[in-house]
């Protein structure tokens, strides 16, 4: 479960960056409200372009440095500036962007168990995915795991997709997630979970 206090001193991290994470330092960040507590994880998910996996974009979106010319969807996006504090690839490989002590800049307009701007308050999980695909078993171990070590260094209570954030206006991470593989790999209450969610993806397999 996860722990009722921040852990600032586990060795897994440096200040707010996961030591078994690759660094990739976003510049879309900014200071958290004073005394802030950050219990709520949001899980996104993000390919670009939509359904391409595997390339660079994703981290140059993150970065400011996508090139808005090379593909057509860019143009849709030009000038975003947006960011998470994770990021994990379809392989299960790691990447993080901002310092989790920071504020990220993920959410958008979003309210949360009976509070708005979630960026505030919470911790931005991007997996490499597209709304209603599934996602891979690495993908489930890694987030796993962050969690697991999120929940240790934070007082965590609450998960949460951008849909449920941010109903109507986002649908990631989609129908092909699958919050009770989260929650069995966890061992989490369901308390901490969305009341909403199916038990299993309500995707072909």
């Known amino acids: 479960m996860p722990t009722d206090r921040a852990n600032p001193t586990d060795a897994a991290w440096q200040s707010g960056w996961l030591q078994t994470a690759r660094a990739c330092h976003s510049p879309n960040f900014g200071a958290r409200p004073a005394g802030v507590r950050i219990d709520l994880l949001v899980i996104h998910s993000i390919s670009l372009p939509p359904g391409c996996y595997g390339g660079p974009e994703v981290e140059q979106l993150f970065t400011n440095q996508l090139d808005w010319a090379a593909h057509p969807y860019f143009e849709q996006i030009r000038g975003l500036e947006v960011s998470a504090h994770f ?26 168990r009976g509070r708005g701007q979630c960026n505030d308050d919470s911790i931005g999980i991007e997996l490499e995915g597209l709304e209603g695909d599934r996602f891979e078993a690495a993908q489930y171990a890694t987030l796993a795991s ?31 997630f699958d919050w009770s593989e989260l929650q069995t790999r966890l061992g989490w209450s369901t308390g901490c979970f969305p009341r909403d969610t199916p038990s299993s993806p309500a995707v072909p397999g």
């Open 87 to 112: 990021f994990i690839r379809r392989s299960g490989e790691l990447v993080q962007f901002v310092d989790t002590d920071a504020r990220a800049w993920h959410a958008g307009a979003s309210c949360w």
């Open 146 to 176: 962050l969690c697991t070590r999120l929940g240790e260094r934070y007082p965590i209570a609450h998960i949460a997709g951008h849909e449920h954030i941010a109903p109507g206006r986002k649908q990631d991470p989609g129908p092909g």
